[in-house]
C-alpha cells in the first residue's frame, strides 16, 4: 500500500502526521509542495477527493490568507485557487493520499483511518493528548 504525503517540514502537524505514517511501518511518498508547488488539476483532485473545498483547504493562520484579502467570505473559489497555486503555503496540510482515501489529517489521528496497521503504541498528539495507547489501540 503506497501512502503519500504532501508534506511542510516546517509544521508540527504535518511532521507528526509524518511520523505516525513511519511508525505504522510504511515508507511514505514525500511531497514537499512549498518547494514543488501545486498544478490546478492537482488542487482539484486532492480536493475532491478529501471531500474539500478551496475556502475549506485555505490555511488561515500563518500564512498570507489575510493580507492578501482571502478571509473575506465573498472571495470566490477561482481566486482561492489561483492563490494557492501562487502561494503554496496557502493549502493546509498535510494532506494524505492511501489506497483507504485522501484527508487533510488536521486533527493528526485522521491519519490513523488511512493507515492499513496502526503503528504500536503509547502515541501522543503534539499536545501530549494521546491518540493510542500502550497496546496500539485507538483513543477516542
Not at 504535518?14 to 492537482?42: C, F
Not at 498535510?94 to 485522521?110: A, Y
Request: aromatic content about 2%; glycine content about 6%; proline content about 10%.
Amino acid at each position: 500500500m503506497t501512502v503519500v504525503i504532501h508534506h511542510n517540514p516546517d509544521c508540527g502537524k504535518s511532521r507528526k502526521v509524518l511520523s505516525i505514517i513511519e511508525a505504522s511501518g510504511k515508507e511514505p511518498v514525500i511531497i514537499p509542495y512549498l518547494d514543488t508547488g501545486w498544478t490546478r488539476p492537482q488542487l482539484l483532485a486532492l480536493f475532491a477527493a478529501a471531500d474539500l473545498t478551496p475556502r475549506t483547504a485555505l490555511r488561515t493562520t500563518r500564512s498570507p490568507a489575510e493580507e492578501l484579502g482571502l478571509l473575506d467570505p465573498s472571495v470566490d473559489d477561482e481566486t482561492l485557487i489561483a492563490a494557492m497555486l501562487e502561494h503554496p503555503v496557502l493549502v493546509n496540510r498535510p494532506i494524505v493520499c492511501s489506497p483507504k482515501g485522501v484527508r487533510l489529517c488536521r486533527p493528526v489521528e485522521i491519519v490513523l483511518d488511512l493507515l492499513d496497521r496502526l503503528p504500536p503504541g503509547p502515541m501522543a498528539k503534539e499536545d501530549g493528548t494521546l491518540i493510542l495507547d500502550e497496546e496500539g489501540k485507538r483513543v477516542d
